[in-house]
C-alpha cells in the first residue's frame, strides 16, 4: 500500500534555516492531509492539516502547501528550531475510517 | 490537556501465546483505532472502531486479531497465538469526528514475540 510516500527518509537542516519535507500521495479521492510528528518513545502528535479545496494553510512556523494537479504536498517549517528534530508523517484520508501514513521523514536541525 | 493512555508499555510474550493490549481513549471521543509500526516501517492502519462496532479494517487484521470495548472506558486489542512478525509497536488512537479525522495517540506499547 503506497498511497501515501515521503521519499526522503532524513533530512538534516541547520538552525534558523527553513526545512522543506515533501509527500506525494496516489489517490485523488483523498480529502484531508495532514502532518503529525513524533519523538522517539511517544506517539504521533498531530501537528497540522489541509483539506482538499486549499492550497496552502498556515499555522505559526508551520505551513502545508498542497498541490492537487502533481499530487504533492509539502511541509515548511520556518524559521527551524533543534526541538523540531523528530519524525515528521505525511498522512491522508478519504472521508471515511482509515488514515494513511507515510513512512516519515526523520529532520534533525543542527544547532 | 487529555491524553490517550495505553498500557503495557512493553510486553514480551512467547510466540503462540495471546497478548491483549489495552488503551484508555480520550473520554468525549466516538472513534477509536489501533495502528502499528514495525520498527523502521511506516505507521499502519489496523482497525477503527465506532458505536461499539468495527467500522474499518485493514487486510492485516485478520482472524488472528480482535478488538473490544468492554466498559466504556477502556478499548482493547488481543493478538491470539502471536507470531514473530507481530513484534511491533501498537498505537491506539481516538478522534473526535472522521472528517479532517485527526487522531490523537497514545504513546503505544510495545510487544516483542520470542
Known amino acids: 500500500d503506497q498511497q501515501v510516500k515521503q521519499n526522503s527518509p532524513s533530512l538534516s537542516v541547520q538552525e534558523g534555516r527553513i526545512s522543506i519535507l515533501n509527500c506525494d500521495y496516489t489517490?485523488?479521492?483523498?480529502?484531508?492531509f495532514l502532518w503529525y510528528k513524533k519523538y522517539p518513545a511517544e506517539g504521533p502528535t498531530f501537528l497540522i492539516s489541509?483539506?482538499?479545496?486549499?492550497d496552502k494553510n498556515e499555522d505559526g512556523r508551520f505551513t502545508v502547501f498542497l498541490n492537487k494537479s502533481a499530487k504533492h504536498l509539502s511541509l515548511h517549517i520556518v524559521p527551524s528550531q533543534p526541538g523540531d528534530s523528530a519524525v515528521y508523517f505525511c498522512a491522508a484520508s478519504a472521508g471515511g475510517f482509515k488514515t494513511i501514513f507515510g513512512a516519515g521523514t526523520r529532520l534533525f536541525v543542527k544547532a | 490537556e487529555p491524553e490517550v493512555t495505553q498500557t503495557p508499555s512493553h510486553q514480551v510474550t512467547q510466540m503462540g501465546q495471546e497478548v491483549i493490549l489495552r488503551c484508555v481513549p480520550i473520554s468525549n471521543h466516538l472513534y477509536f483505532y489501533w495502528y502499528r509500526q514495525i520498527l523502521g516501517q511506516k505507521v499502519e492502519f489496523l482497525v477503527s472502531?465506532?458505536?461499539?462496532?468495527?467500522?474499518?479494517k485493514s487486510e492485516i487484521f485478520d482472524d488472528q486479531f480482535s478488538v473490544e470495548r468492554p466498559d466504556g472506558s477502556n478499548f482493547t486489542l488481543k493478538i491470539r497465538s502471536t507470531k514473530l512478525e507481530d513484534s511491533a509497536m501498537y498505537f491506539c488512537?481516538?478522534?473526535?469526528?472522521?472528517?479532517?479525522?485527526?487522531?490523537?495517540f497514545g504513546a503505544g506499547s510495545r510487544l516483542t514475540v520470542l
Open positions: 488512537a481516538s478522534s473526535v469526528s472522521t472528517g479532517a479525522n485527526v487522531l490523537t
Open positions: 489517490n485523488s479521492m483523498f480529502d484531508y
Open positions: 472502531f465506532y458505536n461499539n462496532e468495527i467500522s474499518e
Open positions: 489541509i483539506s482538499s479545496i486549499k
